[in-house]
């Protein structure tokens, strides 16, 4: 402990008094009263009771700036986590963009393909309509030239006959002009049918 | 009263509370803080062997993770008690409560542990309740929680 002189003593009271100025901090610790010095006892009482307001106050203070900053670095800590999280998110979403777009193209292409496949089996099926009905054309003109011919030759045997034999071939002379001429026009009008309908499903192709 | 008082800690913000905790309580007539290890690493290689009790702290309050030093707070009881010969009333000050960081600083030589938190005060004013038994080195271990 440090025992103050008289000058010291009275310098130390005399500032307190009049500019408001007390010794502080860890000196004040050291600092004994003379023997009997109420006054500077009470100065000495007075100086740590000031010391110990301002250190509790700064306490506070530092307490409080302590805790925002604990604060403040979980909110920083908890910043971050989400911002990664965010990224991550991005990322992901970005990867899915891109795997839309790939799959886009993918369906595409496959759309495309199919497309063309069903172009591919109208066409055979055009064709194997086409095909169908020409044969079907084919026999019904096999068929009407087989009955037409097998009409004509009747019909000439039976005139001939009817003439060898000295008949009477009038009505049979007119039928078979009649019968000649049905059958020509008959088989025009055949060959005229066909060629329209061999026009018209080129032309509808 | 401790005579002189020394805490490393990375905190800088803590040295202030330490300080004022301190002298609200009257523990100390000198206070010292460190913000690294190595700092305090090279003030106890200079004060020993010359002359280990002129400079030397009475007493020395280590936070357990001091970022950016080369050595933790054990490590660094682990040099005084042992590299720096001894002497020194020493312990950790950290907010971590991990058993097997608490049951290594007492391997180490450790004589407290004070649990770092935003009232500090009633921990020390018990820590300075058992300091004579820490000074006479007869006391056990202790966590102030």
Same mark, same amino acid.
């Given at each position: ?21 007390? @010794? ?14 109420? *006054? ?37 800590? *908890?910043?971050?986590? /989400?911002?990664?999280?965010? +990224? ?17 193209? *993918? ?15 109208? &066409? ?37 006959? @009817? ?26 009008? /055949? ?10 499903? &080129?032309?509808?192709? | ?15 202030? @509370? ?18 690294s290890s190595d ?27 001091i970022?950016g030093s080369s ?25 971590? *409560? ?18 770092? +938190? #935003? #009232? ?22 202790? @966590?102030?929680?």
């Amino acid at each position: 402990m440090v025992e103050i002189t008289e000058h010291t003593r009275n310098v130390l009271l005399e500032v307190a008094k009049k500019k408001k100025i007390y @010794v502080e901090g860890n000196f004040l610790k050291i600092l004994k009263a003379p023997k009997g010095d109420k *006054e500077f006892e009470d100065y000495l009482a007075l100086c740590k009771e000031k010391d110990i307001t301002t250190r509790k106050k700064r306490l506070t203070v530092t307490k409080q700036v302590q805790l925002q900053n604990k604060e403040l670095e979980a909110a920083a800590k *908890e910043n971050n986590r /989400i911002n990664k999280q965010l +990224s991550k998110a991005l990322d992901e979403a970005s990867k899915s963009a891109e795997e839309a777009i790939l799959a886009e193209k *993918e369906a595409q292409k496959l759309r495309a393909e199919a497309e063309k496949l069903r172009d591919a089996a109208v &066409e055979d099926l055009d064709t194997l309509q086409k095909r169908t009905q020409f044969e079907l054309i084919g026999l019904i003109v096999k068929t009407a030239l087989w009955i037409i011919g097998g009409v004509g030759i009747l019909t000439s045997c039976l005139y001939l006959y @009817v003439l060898s034999q000295g008949i009477d071939a009038k009505i049979i002379e007119s039928t078979w002009s009649n019968l000649f001429g049905i059958l020509l026009t008959n088989s025009f009008s /055949i060959i005229g049918t066909i060629m329209g309908v061999k026009y018209a499903t &080129e032309k509808n192709k | 009263m401790i005579n002189t008082l020394m805490l490393i800690d990375d905190e800088n913000l803590f040295h202030l @509370v330490f300080e004022d905790a301190c002298s609200i309580l009257d523990m100390a007539l000198s206070f010292e803080a460190l913000d690294s290890s190595d700092e305090a690493d090279a003030k106890f290689k200079a004060w020993f062997p010359d002359d280990p009790n002129k400079e030397r702290p009475e007493c020395v309050f280590v936070d357990l993770n001091i970022i950016g030093s080369s050595y933790d707070g054990i490590e660094m009881i682990r040099k005084i008690n042992y590299e720096y010969g001894d002497g020194v009333v020493i312990g950790i000050i950290s907010s971590s *409560e991990d058993e097997e960081e608490i049951e290594k600083a007492k391997k180490v030589g450790a004589q407290f542990w004070i649990i770092k +938190s #935003d #009232d500090i005060e009633p921990r020390l004013e018990e820590f300075m309740e058992d300091y004579d038994v820490y000074k006479s080195k007869s006391a056990p271990f202790k @966590v102030y929680r």
